[in-house]
């Protein structure tokens, strides 16, 4: 099983421009998250889905934009990118209820100039 | 909202000996997670341990163990016989779970160093 899969690993965004994360798990987890982590600090959820077809806001969606069209797969948009999200993204995914932790993608790392 | 305080920015210790990471957090739930999360410099997240709100008895994990303190809102990690190899940031993190979302709120973080 390969996990967690994300890609790019780094990535250099100019201000304005859009771009999207990509994220996929092959662990047939329900749940599926992303968070930033700003430098020297912990993470922060910025979206999260419950399911195929069902996402919701974190605490700092503003700036990003998910999708969920199927289990495996929860892209990340950014549109109209800003130096304030040059950050470190981390894509995380767990089973449903048993709360046993998150398995994590290995992390985008976003440079916005 | 929850907060997760992580006391110590920095630590280190010398191979083979113990080191304990601090965690206080805040919350108005009665039932919840803690996690402690390691961050190695190849950047991925790893989960180390465990708790349960509700259980009482600490989690342990080979060398890795805890100690809850629920009343005083206290989740701290013992790491025994320290190897160079756990030289990583390790998180604190609280998880509650809001329509069945399993949403986490993460501490910032502690560099731990392990020195030969």
């Known amino acids: 099983n390969a996990g967690v899969t994300q890609t790019p690993k780094f990535r250099i965004l100019k201000i304005g421009q859009s771009m999207t994360l990509q994220c996929t798990q092959d662990?047939?987890?329900?749940?599926m998250y992303w968070y930033r982590q700003d430098p020297g600090m912990g993470l922060k959820l910025i979206y999260y889905?419950?399911?195929?077809?069902?996402?919701d806001k974190g605490e700092v969606p503003n700036g990003y934009n998910v999708s969920r069209s199927t289990t495996e797969d929860f892209p990340l948009r950014l549109e109209l990118a800003a130096p304030s999200q040059t950050s470190v993204y981390f894509c995380?995914?767990?089973?449903?209820?048993?709360?046993?932790?998150?398995?994590f993608g290995s992390g985008t790392r976003l440079t916005v100039v | 909202a929850q907060t997760v305080t992580q006391s110590q920015p920095e630590m280190s210790v010398q191979e083979a000996e113990t080191v304990t990471l601090s965690c206080t957090y805040d919350?108005?739930?009665?039932?919840?997670?803690l996690f402690w999360y390691k961050q190695p410099p190849s950047r991925q997240m790893i989960l180390v341990i465990r708790?349960?709100?509700?259980?009482?008895q600490n989690a342990t994990e080979n060398r890795f163990s805890v100690n809850f303190q629920k009343a005083a809102k206290s989740f701290s990690l013992k790491i025994s016989d320290s190897q160079l190899g756990d030289t990583a940031m390790y998180f604190c993190?609280?998880?509650?779970?809001?329509?069945?979302?399993?949403?986490?709120?993460f501490g910032d973080g502690t560099t731990l160093t392990v020195k030969p």
């Open positions: 995380a995914s767990e089973i449903g209820g048993t709360s046993g932790g998150y398995t």
């Open positions: 662990m047939n987890h329900n749940y």
């Open positions: 889905s419950v399911g195929a077809g069902i996402t």
């Open positions: 919350t108005s739930e009665n039932n919840y997670y």
């Open positions: 708790q349960e709100a509700y259980k009482q």
């Open positions: 993190a609280f998880m509650k779970r809001t329509d069945n979302a399993g949403k986490s709120t």
